[in-house]
C-alpha cells in the first residue's frame, strides 16, 4: 500500500517562511512524479509544483521566484520550501505522486494516482 504523509504546516506571518514535507511508504519506482497542489474551500484545487525522476520542476506563476520543490531520494521524501508568504497562499496542501514510464516526463500534463491528506497552511495579514 502506498502512503504519503504531509508534515509543517501551520500558522505563519505574512512574509514568513514554511518547509512541507512529504514521506512516502510503499511507494518504490525509480521513474515517477511529484507534485505539490493546494486547494481552498469553494475553489479548484491548484497545482503549485511538480518534479519528475529527472529533476525537471514545474511551478505555477503564483508560487514562482518564492517556492522551491525538492526530494530526498534515500529517505523517499519530498519538500516544498515557501517563502515570502502571503495570505493568498492560505490552503490545505497535498502531495500527490505517481509512477512513469520514462525519467524525463511533463509532469503537469498527467494525472496523479496517490494523494495525501494534506497540511493546512494559513498566512495571516
Known amino acids: 500500500q502506498v502512503q504519503l504523509v504531509e508534515s509543517g504546516g501551520g500558522l505563519v506571518e505574512a512574509g514568513g517562511s514554511l518547509r512541507l514535507a512529504c514521506t512516502a511508504s510503499g511507494f518504490t519506482s525509480n521513474k515517477y512524479c511529484v507534485a505539490w497542489f493546494r486547494q481552498v474551500p469553494g475553489k479548484e484545487r491548484e497545482a503549485v509544483s511538480h518534479l519528475n525522476s529527472a529533476g525537471i520542476t514545474y511551478y505555477s506563476d503564483s508560487v514562482k521566484g518564492r517556492f522551491t520543490i525538492s526530494r530526498d531520494n534515500a529517505d523517499k521524501t519530498l519538500y516544498l520550501a515557501m517563502n515570502s508568504l502571503k495570505p493568498e497562499d492560505t490552503a490545505v496542501y497535498y502531495c500527490?505522486?505517481?509512477?512513469?514510464?520514462?525519467?524525463?516526463?511533463?509532469?503537469?500534463?498527467?494525472?496523479?494516482?496517490?494523494w495525501g491528506q494534506g497540511t493546512p497552511v494559513t498566512v495571516s495579514s
Open positions: 500527490a505522486a505517481r509512477a512513469t514510464l520514462s525519467f524525463r516526463v511533463s509532469c503537469p500534463t498527467l494525472d496523479y494516482t496517490y
